[in-house]
């Protein structure tokens, strides 16, 4: 049994690490979180020209031509970095869209521009305060022209190409084309830009064909909730460190509080939660790169136990710190901000519990 | 990443397959796992005899042991091979996991080569059978506080006191004991380690009755219980360094708890009708559902990480510590949910119940299995301390005798 990620895969997530270690420490998450840029524009500049971006699109599309396993190691360092930059929407989301559904001419015109971050492209789904739906969802394409509202779009504002999920179709949009208005959103976590875009009559092609959006669009997020798992478990992992080392450093009452079992317990089972959600993560990260059956029970049950692993470490690490936690100038609460942003991007965990019990009904498990 | 054996992992589960299909049926695939239907205790234990006697001779009761001791020399990795492969097989076992995981393990570590030689292979055989008595009724997750008695007289030394949850006393030929040799010193320091003839003049068994009715442990009764001093295992007053050795092992003995789960409540749920449906259908049923589906899946794959490691001959990271933790109350939260489901006909624990009562069952014993081999609480402050660093408890007993610990103040 092998069931781990190869040494070279491992490399490779070293080389992640040590760069963002250098370059995206929380004070340059801070610096987005208190200024008026999107992105943290260096280190997205530094992530593409390493060829992090581009390290799962083949190499005739301009990528690396690596696989999904090695997307899965960078995913964990981007998640434990916090980091302030458009790499889910660009590649998680668009590009494994346009490699799944995209055309041979549709894949030669964008995905070397997305690998090597000449643009930044996203998925518009969402429309509102209710999760997307095919029976709620009122964005429409006909005749090459496509008209609706979707919001909140993560780096809507600076995307060059929008993914967009019609009533039936999925949809290429390019954005700096006419029709198109954009406008930023304020979220929990500025640390990553959403705005609203609103379509009127904009040029439009389908991406896969025409009446399987929904169910495209439901296997493009399974994939990508594997991907968005592993940055939750490297963030799920950063705020238990911060947790722990907080609980080593402060004393009360004439200990260190990390001597405490109220404290100790706590910190066990952001433990648990987190090895439970690693091991998860792990076999859905093979069934991503081998495409296995159960894929989409796979892609649900690692979703669901990172989302916990997170939201469990972000929010017991504030209370570790006490009052300092709720301060502005801890950084304890960049964890706390993007643990609800990953936890309700491609829709919060009740959905995804739901989901994964009529898989398990289907494949009668049981 | 892949799950595939290794060639040479192969080849012995090939070889381990061919033998057991030789040796043993296949289980009856058909048979509900509900269904607990259990034979007398001495039939049982004659079964295991027979079958631990005819896996000592090939070499596959032992995997990791020396040759000398009737093992094969083989790796961890060989030895999980080895149980996966027989659990496919209806073969009966049980009775020898103490024995072979802890206390020879422990004697082999400790004792002379003369009692190693005489000891070891009919324990490997089934022909002698071993338990272990460390706690007490004052001594459970704090085992170092245990009080029975060893006073030395002469070649011999004489035992008074008693120890509590000892599975199998009332059928075991052997025990490893530790005692307090010396009151006047350090809790940890006075301990001294033995093993023993379970016949020994003065030891009285009696069982314990659990709150589900059932008995599995027994309270073991020590009053002027002779044993000769050479079969003290390790120094006089190291009787904790003694028992460390067989506390490791203890970790890697206890497995992980079975029982109804997450299938068999989905079977539950579907055949349950509430007010407003199928409770299939009912959004909390699969919100509890998917909980611990995800719960189950992340223990079995966090042990693929484990076998992992063994596969390639590397010490398992700290991640295996966590199975208990989650599988104790996953099993009490899940039977107690079932239960709850069926209204009041979930109280039902007989012929009428649901599943043979194997909700009502599981609700019962889960209590206990989350105390057993360490409680929660102990195992959270050993994931705390051991794997993420934290400092240990503020200690009221260290540099105390134990005569003069508040606890054993006027006792």
């Known amino acids: ?366 | 990443m892949n799950l595939n054996d290794t060639p040479e992992e192969a080849k012995f589960r090939a070889a381990a397959r061919a033998w057991l299909t030789a040796n043993a049926r296949p289980k009856d695939k058909s048979k509900d796992r509900t269904k607990r239907v259990q034979k007398p205790e001495s039939e049982r234990l004659d079964s295991a005899r027979q079958w631990q006697a005819k896996k000592a001779e090939a070499g596959y009761a032992a995997i990791t042991w020396a040759p000398e001791y009737g093992g094969m020399g083989g790796s961890s990795i060989q030895s999980v091979i080895y149980a996966q492969e027989e659990a496919k097989f209806d073969v009966q076992g049980g009775f020898f996991d103490i024995g072979l995981g802890m206390c020879i393990p422990t004697m082999l570590a400790w004792a002379t080569a003369e009692q190693k030689e005489r000891y070891a292979k009919p324990a490997l055989y089934g022909q002698e059978v071993w338990c272990q008595l460390f706690s007490e009724p004052s001594a459970g997750s704090d085992v170092a506080g245990l009080r029975t008695k060893a006073t030395r007289d002469g070649d011999e030394w004489i035992i008074n006191g008693q120890k509590v949850w000892t599975s199998g006393a009332q059928y075991c030929d052997y025990g490893i004991i530790v005692t307090r040799s010396d009151p006047n010193v350090a809790k940890h320091k006075g301990l001294t380690f033995f093993f023993l003839d379970m016949k020994s003049a003065g030891i009285e068994v009696r069982p314990i009755k659990q709150m589900s009715g059932e008995s599995g442990f027994n309270e073991v009764f020590f009053t002027d219980v002779r044993v000769p001093d050479s079969q003290r295992l390790g120094a006089v007053g190291e009787g904790w360094k003694v028992a460390l050795t067989t506390l490791m092992n203890e970790r890697l003995a206890i497995g992980q708890g079975s029982g109804v789960d997450y299938s068999e409540l989905l079977d539950l749920a579907r055949s349950i009708e509430l007010e407003d449906g199928p409770a299939i259908k009912n959004a909390n049923v699969r919100s509890r559902l998917a909980d611990w589906y995800v719960q189950t899946q992340g223990l079995k794959y966090t042990k693929f990480r484990t076998l992992t490691a063994l596969s390639k001959g590397q010490t398992p990271g700290p991640e295996s510590s966590i199975g208990k933790i989650v599988s104790g109350p996953k099993m009490q939260d899940l039977a107690s949910f079932a239960m709850d489901l069926q209204g009041q006909g979930g109280i039902m624990d007989g012929d009428e119940s649901v599943m043979n009562s194997a909700f009502q069952s599981q609700w019962m014993w889960a209590a206990g299995y989350r105390i057993a081999g360490g409680t929660d609480e102990i195992l959270r402050n050993i994931v705390s301390e051991q794997v993420l660093g934290l400092p240990q408890d503020i200690r009221v007993d260290k540099g105390v005798s134990f005569n003069e610990l508040v606890s054993n103040q006027g006792k």
């Open chain 1, 1 to 366: 049994m092998d069931f781990d990620f190869s040494e070279d895969q491992k490399l490779l997530k070293e080389q992640a690490r040590k760069f963002l270690g250098d370059k995206c420490d929380l004070s340059q998450v801070r610096k987005v979180l208190e200024g008026d840029a999107p992105h943290h524009g260096e280190v997205w500049q530094g992530l593409c020209e390493l060829g992090f971006a581009g390290a799962a699109v083949p190499e005739a599309y301009g990528g690396l031509g690596l696989g999904t396993l090695e997307l899965c190691v960078v995913a964990e360092e981007l998640g434990r970095a916090i980091a302030p930059v458009p790499f889910s929407s660009s590649i998680y989301l668009a590009a494994e869209a346009i490699k799944l559904y995209g055309s041979e001419e549709q894949k030669k015109l964008w995905l070397p521009r997305i690998a090597s971050g000449e643009i930044i492209a996203t998925l518009a789904a969402a429309e509102g305060t209710s999760p997307p739906h095919p029976r709620s969802l009122k964005t429409q394409i006909s005749g090459g022209k496509l008209s609706g509202v979707k919001l909140p779009i993560a780096d809507g504002a600076e995307a060059t190409l929008a993914v967009v999920l019609t009533q039936d179709s999925l949809a290429l949009v390019d954005l700096t084309t006419g029709g198109i208005t954009r406008k930023a959103v304020k979220t929990i976590d500025p640390t990553r830009a959403h705005a609203e875009i609103t379509f009127d009559n904009a040029s439009a092609e389908l991406l896969g064909a025409q009446g399987e959006g929904w169910q495209n669009y439901c296997a493009l997020e399974s994939r990508a909730a594997i991907l968005f798992a592993f940055e939750q478990v490297g963030g799920a992992e950063a705020a238990m460190n911060m947790a722990k080392d907080y609980a080593l450093e402060r004393y009360a009452f004439g200990r260190q509080i990390g001597s405490y079992q109220a404290i100790k317990h706590k910190l066990a089972d952001m433990y648990v939660r987190l090895e439970l959600a690693r091991s998860n993560c792990y076999y859905a990260a093979m069934a991503l790169s081998e495409d296995t059956a159960d894929l989409e029970i796979a892609a649900a049950t690692a979703r669901i136990a990172a989302t916990e692993a997170y939201r469990f470490a972000a929010q017991e690490n504030i209370q570790t710190h006490g009052g300092i936690g709720f301060t502005w100038e801890a950084d304890a609460q960049f964890h706390y901000r993007r643990a609800k942003l990953l936890a309700l991007t491609l829709g919060g965990p009740e959905r995804w519990k739901d989901r994964l019990v009529s898989q398990l009904e289907k494949t009668n498990i049981a």
